[in-house]
């Protein structure tokens, strides 16, 4: 610990006695200055213990001396040194009860001890705790760095961190979720302080924010507990620092500190080691990434090509069991306009597919990523290893809402130690997770967030709306597939996404495909097009001349045929509504007796209605 005025009168060297404030004698020693000036306030700091001969104040004078001491308590000066046998062979009194008055300790400094001295005996303890402290610091990094790289990994290092710090540490996920805490209680304690943790994030890294008051740690006014009851306990007793993780804009995870009181310098040393290894947990240097990203999009596209053995072969154990059980396929993306394609887009050059083969994305983009959760421990490629520091599920990501999806999935699975294959695809992205698996089951329920904090229903988008922005994002999702079948489980990925688009959903599986009705798969400029086109004469001849055949066509066909039904509904004689599908027909110059016709038309008419 730093210097103390009582540290300074044990001191064998010094010979200094104690003439008031002998009750604060503990107070820390931040510095020794020596000055003679009536009004040294100016040139204080705070902490400083003052040495003075009394040349320069009127030392007995009792209203001068009081102001005098007054200012000096006020500076924060800890403690006042009186040199004896220089000007006054002893204190005046008139300093000496203005010293008491105010509390302000003050020391006698015998003749022989120069104030070179006592500044030399300062500086020497203020050196010897900060090498302990830096001492302390570098043996709490050995610990730390040998806990980080054993089998228990983060939450062995928490463990450790917590004993340096007398106190307990807790780690966020990117998504917010605490994945480990030491002690077990503390996980309770991490949960209370969800909301002052999305306040991080919502911050460019790194960052930091301090929470709660001081205390005893686990009690209230210094008193201790243990146990469940220091979780309960802790709520308004403890000091918690908030440390971001990672070298991002986005942080990739969160250090919670909790302690009784403002951590010291040989604690701050064991929180910056603890944070910059949890950091080197959750980075890569960028050519592994980039090497590890290639490797994924290779065995994607394997996989594509419906080499599945090969697939297995390059990725060895890199994705667990992924591709050695049913997996689902997503293909996610932002429509046109939305922020996230400029993010995720494949750079030139990086050798993708060529469009002309929308059966194999462009896996060979150097942005694709691979990415392996390990449970609570979150070891090997870490928490938060996405495109950003992730969002709690369904929350306002409109800056980058593929970022958000990929964070959410990595989450949830770095928690149950699930494996994935993330691969941006140009303005898309593929992600291989397992079938039932927590990813799966975090990207529905983000997706179910989002509707409903959109308001979205399962309707077509209307034809007139904007191009959607932000965070509509579209994701279709595969049933569930082997290796074998990775291209059918693309080809329904993407047949999920096409209906998800027109339905104006946020994800729609395979299995919905066929679900509900066809007409909302007609709300699409081309097929509007279309009917427009087919229809076009009709609707001209309506306009100028007599008979409304659009009308009477529409009527037909919803009869089948059945000229006396469709009749009865227009209101009209059965041979004028012969006469006017023979006008039909010589207008369209196609014949009304070939079903295909009767379908493209009956489809053109629900296109328009819809």
């Known amino acids: 610990m730093p210097p103390t005025l009582a540290s300074l009168v044990r001191h064998p060297g010094l010979k200094l006695s104690v003439l008031a404030g002998e009750d604060r004698l503990e107070t820390p020693v931040r510095w020794a200055h020596v000055s003679e000036l009536a009004d040294p306030v100016p040139y204080m700091e705070g902490g400083e213990l003052l040495l003075i001969t009394a040349m320069q104040i009127e030392a007995e004078d009792p209203d001068e001396m009081r102001r005098y001491v007054r200012r000096l308590v006020g500076a924060g000066v800890v403690g006042l040194g009186f040199a004896?046998?220089?000007?006054?062979?002893?204190?005046?009194?008139?300093?000496?009860?203005?010293?008491?008055?105010?509390?302000?300790?003050?020391?006698?400094?015998?003749?022989?001890?120069?104030?070179?001295?006592?500044?030399?005996?300062?500086?020497?303890?203020?050196?010897?705790?900060?090498?302990?402290?830096?001492?302390?610091?570098?043996?709490?990094?050995?610990?730390?760095?040998?806990?980080?790289?054993?089998?228990?990994?983060?939450?062995?290092?928490?463990?450790?961190?917590?004993?340096?710090?007398?106190?307990?540490?807790?780690?966020?996920?990117?998504?917010?979720?605490?994945?480990?805490?030491?002690?077990?209680?503390?996980?309770?304690?991490?949960?209370?302080?969800?909301?002052?943790?999305?306040?991080?994030?919502?911050?460019?890294?790194?960052?930091?924010?301090?929470?709660?008051?001081?205390?005893?740690?686990?009690g209230v006014g210094g008193a201790r507990t243990t146990g469940a009851e220091a979780a309960e306990d802790t709520a308004v007793a403890d000091r918690v620092e908030l440390q971001s993780l990672g070298t991002g804009r986005r942080p990739r995870g969160v250090l919670a500190v909790g302690t009784g009181a403002p951590l010291g310098t040989a604690e701050r040393y064991a929180v910056h080691s603890a944070v910059a290894l949890l950091t080197l947990t959750t980075e890569r240097s960028r050519a592994w990434q980039e090497a590890e990203q290639r490797l994924g999009a290779a065995v994607l596209r394997m996989l594509l090509a419906g080499e599945p053995d090969h697939a297995r072969a390059v990725a060895g154990p890199l994705y667990g069991g992924l591709l050695d059980a049913p997996f689902r396929m997503l293909v996610a993306e932002v429509p046109s306009g939305g922020a996230a394609q400029q993010t995720h887009a494949t750079p030139s050059g990086t050798g993708g597919v060529p469009a002309e083969h929308p059966a194999e994305p462009a896996a060979a983009s150097a942005n694709a990523g691979t990415r392996t959760g390990s449970g609570t421990n979150v070891t090997g490629t870490g928490i938060g290893t996405g495109t950003g520091a992730g969002a709690a599920v369904g929350e306002p990501e409109a800056a980058d809402p593929l970022g958000t999806l990929v964070d959410t999935m990595e989450a949830a699975a770095a928690r149950t130690g699930e494996s994935l294959l993330v691969v941006p695809d140009g303005e898309r992205l593929i992600v291989l997770a397992p079938d039932g698996g927590a990813a799966a089951a975090a990207c529905a329920e983000h997706?179910?967030?989002?509707?409903?904090?959109?308001?979205?229903?399962?309707?077509?988008?209307?034809?007139?709306?904007?191009?959607?922005?932000?965070?509509?994002?579209?994701?279709?999702?595969?049933?569930?597939?082997?290796?074998?079948?990775?291209?059918?489980?693309?080809?329904?990925?993407?047949?999920?996404?096409?209906?998800?688009?027109?339905?104006?959903?946020?994800?729609?599986?395979?299995?919905?495909?066929?679900?509900?009705?066809?007409?909302?798969?007609?709300?699409?400029?081309?097929?509007?097009?279309?009917a427009d086109g087919m229809l076009r004469a009709l609707h001209e001849h309506d306009a100028t001349g007599r008979g409304d055949l659009v009308a009477s066509l529409r009527a037909w066909l919803s009869r089948h045929g059945q000229w006396d039904a469709a009749a009865a509904d227009l209101g009209v004689h059965r041979h004028t509504l012969r006469y006017r599908m023979r006008r039909v027909e010589e207008i369209l110059g196609r014949s009304l007796d070939d079903p295909d016709v009767r379908m493209e038309l009956w489809l053109a008419l629900k296109a328009t209605s819809v």
Not at 132 to 153: C, Y
Not at 173 to 184: H, I, N, Q, T, Y
């Open 84 to 218: 004896l046998g220089v000007k006054y062979a002893e204190v005046p009194p008139a300093l000496a009860a203005a010293a008491k008055e105010e509390g302000l300790p003050l020391l006698g400094v015998p003749r022989r001890t120069p104030f070179i001295a006592i500044s030399k005996a300062v500086s020497a303890a203020i050196a010897a705790d900060q090498y302990r402290a830096v001492t302390a610091g570098f043996e709490a990094q050995r610990e730390l760095t040998r806990a980080a790289i054993g089998a228990e990994g983060p939450a062995a290092l928490l463990a450790r961190l917590a004993s340096h710090v007398d106190g307990w540490a807790a780690l966020y996920d990117a998504s917010g979720a605490v994945v480990a805490a030491a002690p077990d209680w503390a996980a309770r304690r991490a949960a209370r302080l969800t909301a002052d943790v999305e306040r991080l994030r919502s911050r460019p890294g790194p960052a930091s924010i301090v929470v709660g008051g001081v205390g005893g740690v686990g």
């Open 447 to 530: 997706a179910r967030a989002v509707e409903s904090r959109r308001g979205t229903k399962a309707r077509p988008r209307d034809r007139g709306a904007a191009a959607p922005q932000g965070d509509e994002l579209v994701i279709g999702l595969s049933a569930p597939a082997g290796p074998i079948a990775a291209a059918a489980a693309y080809r329904q990925a993407e047949q999920a996404l096409s209906v998800a688009r027109r339905r104006g959903r946020m994800l729609v599986e395979h299995e919905q495909v066929a679900a509900g009705s066809v007409l909302p798969l007609l709300a699409d400029d081309a097929v509007r097009a279309f």
